[in-house]
């Protein structure tokens, strides 16, 4: 849970899949000291209030539900292969 901006991430962080959030712009590649989340992105989803408000206005569960509907799996599956 994120009170804010951010992103969460699904990442590789070695040989296992981990849940990160970071705040506002930062990503887990710029690593722990700076973003306070460290591996390789397989999946991002923008928390961001503009990244939904206009659809969802304040209902970011509703957007985060939705969002399952379009990721890119395949994309996923790549990029989780070419890590592992």
């Known amino acids: 849970s994120r ?3 951010g992103w969460a991430w699904l990442v590789l962080k070695g040989d296992k899949l981990a849940v990160v959030s970071t705040a506002n712009q930062d990503s887990p590649l710029m690593g722990e000291a700076i973003s306070g989340a460290s591996g390789f992105p ?3 989803l923008d928390v961001w209030e503009h ?3 206009l659809k969802f ?3 970011r569960p509703d957007y985060i ?4 509907n379009v ?3 395949d994309e996923a599956a790549a990029r989780f ?3 592992k």
């Not at 539900?65 to 399952?68: A, G, I, V």
């Open 65 to 68: 539900k939705e969002f399952w």
């Open 3 to 5: 009170f804010g901006s």
């Open 51 to 53: 990244a939904y408000y």
């Open 42 to 44: 397989i999946l991002g």
């Open 71 to 73: 990721v890119n799996w």
């Open 57 to 59: 206005q304040n209902r």
């Open 81 to 83: 292969a070419a890590k």
